[in-house]
């Protein structure tokens, strides 16, 4: 019965370069907007919602994740359209619990997701609403989780914006208590 947007969250307003709008998962209208401005909005739902800031009107169609999201994503800050995202409490009725994302808005597909139940963890609480911080130059991603942990996964990502190809390959991921 989740709707809205959570808190802390805050939708994220990107203005993407022509080059990367060509090879996104954009509607056509939208590819060819001289710039366009997309406000990708993160909600309790379990969509994430993507709109042209100037009109209104959505960019793409949504993205089903499954789980509410109450904290602000996080953008790649290289520049590569890479949208990370975690989830407070799940929509599943399967009892699945939170799962931190990493999201290509190239193909609006999921490349890589994870629970955040963690035996090791201090406690049984594992919502990801802390928003996520990725170091371009380490090509890592550090999430702290309400569990205790703070998790650092390094990604392995290979992006070629001339080929319109997007992928990870994570390593184990390293935790802190």
Same mark, same amino acid.
């Given at each position: 019965?989740?709707? *809205?947007?959570?808190?802390? *969250?805050?939708?994220?307003?990107?203005?993407?370069?022509?080059?990367?709008?060509?090879?996104?998962?954009?509607?056509?209208?939208?590819?060819?907007?001289?710039?366009? /401005?997309? /406000?990708?909005?993160?909600?309790? =739902?379990?969509?994430?919602? +993507?709109?042209?800031?100037?009109?209104?009107? %959505? &960019?793409?169609?949504?993205?089903?994740?499954?789980?509410?999201?109450?904290? &602000?994503? &996080?953008?790649?800050?290289?520049?590569?359209?890479?949208?990370?995202?975690?989830?407070?409490?799940?929509? =599943?009725?399967? *009892?699945? /619990?939170?799962?931190? +994302?990493?999201?290509?808005?190239?193909?609006?597909?999921?490349?890589?997701?994870?629970?955040?139940?963690?035996?090791?963890?201090?406690?049984?609480?594992?919502?990801? =609403?802390?928003?996520?911080?990725?170091?371009?130059?380490?090509?890592?991603?550090?999430?702290?989780?309400?569990?205790?942990?703070?998790?650092?996964? %390094?990604?392995?990502?290979?992006? =070629?914006? #001339?080929?319109?190809?997007? #992928?990870?390959?994570?390593?184990?991921?390293?935790?802190?208590?």
């Amino acid at each position: 019965g989740w709707s *809205g947007i959570g808190w802390t *969250g805050q939708p994220l307003v990107v203005q993407w370069d022509e080059q990367t709008k060509q090879i996104m998962g954009l509607y056509d209208e939208k590819k060819s907007k001289p710039d366009l /401005v997309e /406000v990708i909005a993160t909600t309790l =739902d379990g969509y994430i919602y +993507f709109y042209d800031l100037e009109d209104g009107t %959505k &960019t793409r169609d949504p993205l089903w994740i499954g789980m509410s999201v109450k904290g &602000t994503a &996080t953008l790649d800050p290289r520049g590569i359209p890479m949208l990370y995202v975690g989830a407070g409490l799940t929509n =599943d009725r399967d *009892g699945a /619990v939170p799962k931190m +994302f990493v999201i290509s808005l190239v193909e609006n597909t999921i490349l890589y997701s994870r629970s955040a139940y963690d035996n090791w963890a201090g406690r049984s609480w594992c919502a990801l =609403d802390s928003s996520p911080m990725v170091s371009g130059e380490a090509d890592t991603l550090i999430w702290p989780c309400e569990n205790g942990i703070i998790y650092s996964l %390094k990604l392995n990502t290979q992006y =070629d914006l #001339s080929a319109g190809t997007l #992928s990870v390959d994570p390593e184990t991921m390293v935790k802190i208590k």
